[in-house]
């Protein structure tokens, strides 16, 4: 479980922007809120926890030339090959790959 923090908000897309701080959800929560609405803050805490170089590394891994973290940029054509390599099992596990294609 996570508790939200003010500092973990990030204005613009999603609703976890309005929650208060000491507000709890799961990790799997923080997911589903990146997925099911561009959450900002969602992804703010989920970039805190896992770190900018190993999401760069998994960038790099899955073969994604064209997105960079640092500018927060991608491009059509790596999240059509990030979620076409998901699909195929490319990149986790197959329970894994369904579920995050399922939000």
């Given amino acids: 479980r996570y508790t939200l ?6 204005a613009g897309a999603g609703s976890l922007y309005g929650k208060p ?14 997925g099911k609405q561009s959450d900002n803050t969602a992804f703010n805490v989920v970039r805190s926890l896992v770190g900018n170089e190993r999401i760069k ?10 997105t960079s973290l640092s500018e927060n940029e991608t491009t059509t054509y790596d999240i059509g090959y990030f979620f076409e390599s998901l699909y195929r099992g490319n990149l986790i596990y197959k329970e894994g ?4 294609l399922e939000i």
């Avoid at 790959?97 to 995050?100: D, L, T």
Wanted: proline content about 0%; hydrophobic content about 40%; aromatic content about 6%.
């Fill in 5 to 10: 923090k003010n500092s973990d908000k990030v």
């Fill in 21 to 34: 701080a000491g507000y709890t959800l799961t990790y799997r929560e923080l997911v589903r809120l990146m």
């Fill in 57 to 66: 590394n998994v960038i790099t891994e899955a073969g994604m030339m064209g």
């Fill in 97 to 100: 790959s369904e579920e995050i």
